[in-house]
């Protein structure tokens, strides 16, 4: 499946072993797992500094040229690559599949998904234009989008293909260049990905990869010649890229984790808000930051919570559409069922147990949905990122309650009502404190045009979201220009 076993950075349109290859010593290699059998399917190398700096310069060499062209132009090279990345969806879910651990249709779900944002891209050319306006008599001011230049890109292993996408396609339309830093932990599917690319025509240089830990983060955030730098992974490193970015006066958008809330009215539907539930926190196993991890039931709710049971529980662990994947690693592992065996020990139900998958298969890294019925509001399952297949339910005595639950919590993500009623809805809409937000809907990923972004700890830096129209504004500048032609009479300092 793969072109490669021992992963290459990818340089000015060609695959190159790290500088440190040719030194003594060699260079060094993390082994790649897949989390379906826990099997070494390839090695990533360690990446330098030093290849950060080749990567750097075989960006900022191709800007002038590719800057200089029209977005028109640009735009029609990402034609070519949406017709590339349909006839690879089903090779690119594979690898997903392989390398991440999805089920099937989730992984090709996911490259379907950052279509989308490549199909955004392809609109730039009617929507970027700038504004025209006659400010006075005889003078009209317009402005244009103007590229940054080198660009930098650090995505999260959770969604190999859909996150770099979230960021690659518009970031290029508009002119820049850029560097991607794919999780070491999933680094093969983009390697297909940019071979795509250089087929579909992107000039060398427009588009690098760069492998590694935090050694090639931390060199992109500080080399001057990099313009922006976005990421996307834990809100405690997420602050830190943006504070290292602040001090340098750099451009940033990191984006953190999550902790969701969901709220249950009376007079929800209860077929489909369980079936919703179930699908939002077991769904790509709960490694999503857009996933349910915690259901405030207004009063006692005991038939919503019988189906979600019922439902949860009748999952199975594989990877075919409607199967549970494992999660990625052993010590994601440790930490889920960590979080389930203290919320047990504080005297929390467990609904449903997902840990028995855990022995049950001895290969690869699993942990099975798990639904834990809380009565401490300490519990540290009801505040924490988890990062897997756990829901927790707490009932609470009313709306006012419910809120003042959601808003103290520090992230931002997102948040989700479940109601008939549309003043509920509307009542709960203006009050949560997220940025991306449900009505019986509990993975509310917003779709382009509209951006993806939270509030609070889930976003740092610029004050932007990271795809659609906050795309569009991140990855460039306005210039303005005024201009006057003819003189006027009886002109003042304003004409």
């Keep these: 499946m793969f072109s490669q076993t021992n992963i290459r950075n990818w340089i000015n349109g060609q695959f190159v072993d790290p500088v440190s290859s040719s030194a003594q010593g060699g260079a060094q290699y993390l082994p790649v797992t897949s989390p379906y059998n826990g099997q070494v399917i390839g090695q990533v190398p360690l990446s330098t500094a030093d290849d950060v700096s080749k990567a750097v310069e075989a960006a900022k060499a191709a800007f002038p040229a590719w800057s200089n062209r029209t977005l028109k132009d640009r735009a029609g090279i990402l034609i070519r690559f949406h017709s590339l990345l349909t006839q690879h969806a089903d090779q690119l879910a594979d690898m997903v599949v392989l390398e991440h651990g999805k089920n099937k249709a989730e992984a090709l779900a996911s490259v379907l ?59 290029i339309a508009m002119g820049n260049t850029m560097i991607l830093k794919p999780s070491e932990k999933v680094p093969f599917t983009m390697t297909r990905v940019v071979e795509l690319l250089k087929e579909a025509g992107l000039p060398d240089g427009v588009v690098n990869l760069v492998n590694g830990t935090a050694e090639p983060v931390n060199a992109l955030i500080d080399h001057p010649d990099v313009k922006a730098v976005t990421f996307v992974g834990t809100s405690h490193i997420a602050e830190m890229v943006a504070q290292r970015c602040h001090k340098l006066n750099k451009r940033v958008l990191a984006l953190g984790g999550a902790k969701n809330h969901m709220i249950s009215a009376p007079d929800c539907n209860i077929e489909m808000t369980s079936t919703d539930v179930v699908n939002s926190f077991s769904g790509c196993s709960g490694q999503r930051c857009m996933a349910a991890t915690v259901l ?9 919570i019988d189906k979600i049971v019922a439902k949860a529980g009748a999952l199975r662990p594989g990877s075919k559409a409607g199967e549970v994947g494992p999660v990625i690693d052993q010590a994601s592992v440790d930490k889920i069922t960590r979080y389930i065996n203290e919320a047990e020990a504080s005297g929390a139900r467990i609904l449903v147990d997902g840990r028995p998958w855990t022995k049950e298969h001895s290969e690869g890294f699993w942990v099975g949905p798990t639904v834990i019925l809380h009565t401490n509001k300490q519990d540290a399952a009801l505040h924490d990122e988890i ?23 520090p992230y931002g993500n997102a948040a989700c009502i479940y109601t008939n009623s549309g003043a509920t809805a509307d009542h709960f809409i203006k009050r949560f404190s997220a940025g991306m937000c449900g009505v019986n809907i509990g993975v509310a990923v917003p779709r382009e045009p509209f951006s993806f972004g939270g509030w609070n700890r889930s976003r740092f830096g610029n004050h932007c979201d990271i795809t659609g129209d906050g795309g569009v504004e991140f990855f460039s500048t306005r210039r303005k220009v005024t201009t006057k032609w003819v003189p006027q009479e009886n002109a003042t300092w304003m004409s």
């Design 387 to 409: 990062f897997g297949p756990v829901l927790s339910i707490l009932a609470v005595e009313n709306a006012d309650e419910a809120l003042a639950i959601e808003n103290a919590n």
């Design 296 to 304: 405030l039931t207004i009063g006692q709710q005991q038939e919503l």
């Design 113 to 171: 998904k950052g279509q989308e944002t490549v199909e955004y891209a392809l609109s730039l050319p009617q929507v970027a234009q700038g504004k025209n306006l006659e400010v006075s008599r005889g003078i009209t001011c317009y402005d244009t989008r103007v590229p940054l230049g080198v660009v930098a890109s650090v995505v999260p292993f959770n969604f190999p293909v859909m996150v770099p996408m979230w960021t690659l396609p518009i970031a």
